[in-house]
């Protein structure tokens, strides 16, 4: 199966500043998504990232907020922007090849602001 | 808004019982996934139903899907402690392959 590699694997970061985070796929990949996961909680999607287009977001979540770029079928990076206390939380992005594949998941950016 | 329900929250069961959790979803899908999470882990894909009456095993643990009933069930087993984890369906609609997840079950298995 596909490997998802994440970086940072975490950060400790001072309330409005900003961090990016990035997603690799070991091979091409038709769909990539970001996740959020708060403690103890299921993942809610934020965006699925478009290769070569602005995202698309899900509801709650908003472009200037979480700014994502995919630049070719391989990579994507989420940025949190302007962070607070409550965009503490574990961030994940998974790699979708169709309905009939399993996405499969990085493992995941801990994020704590202070 | 899918909505996507398991139950139970949270699992405690003795090694070498059976028990079975269910994922319940609000829409119409034929396309369900079942994760496992381990602490601090990430999520590691378990089984795909892609279809009405879909069955798949592996090991201890086996699902199915009921897509008129909008139901899928995860039955364990004579479960093991190794079993331990959180386990999360998820359900993918529309053509954009996206994934609405369920609210997770916390198995903890005891000696």
């Known amino acids: 199966s596909a490997v998802i590699s994440q970086k940072p694997s975490r950060d400790i970061c001072q309330r409005g500043t900003s961090l990016t985070i990035q997603c690799q796929v070991d091979s091409q990949v038709t769909m990539m998504f970001w996740y959020r996961q708060q403690p103890g909680q299921s993942l809610t999607l934020i965006a699925t990232?478009?290769?070569?287009?602005?995202?698309t977001y899900e509801s709650g979540f908003v472009i200037d907020k979480f700014p994502i770029s995919r630049p070719n079928l391989t990579f994507s990076t989420l940025t949190v922007s302007n962070m607070s206390p409550e965009d503490s939380s574990i961030y994940l992005c998974s790699g979708g090849w169709g309905p009939g594949q399993p996405q499969h998941f990085g493992d995941g950016t801990r994020l704590s602001i202070l | 808004e899918l909505k996507v329900e398991q139950n139970p929250l949270f699992l405690s069961m003795q090694e070498g019982k059976n028990y079975t959790i269910y994922c319940n979803y609000s829409t119409t899908s034929d396309r369900l996934y079942w994760y496992r999470q381990d602490p601090g882990k990430s999520l590691e894909s378990l089984f795909v139903?892609?279809?009405?009456?879909a069955v798949k095993q592996e090991g201890r643990l086996m699902a199915s899907l009921d897509t008129k009933a909008r139901l899928s069930t995860l039955h364990i087993t004579a479960a093991v402690h190794d079993l331990s984890a959180t386990y999360f369906c998820?359900?993918?609609?529309?053509?954009?392959?996206?994934?609405?997840f369920g609210t997770g079950t916390r198995l903890q298995v005891t000696l």
């Open positions: 998820a359900v993918m609609t529309g053509t954009a392959s996206k994934l609405t």
């Open positions: 990232a478009n290769q070569g287009s602005e995202a």
């Open positions: 139903l892609l279809s009405n009456g």
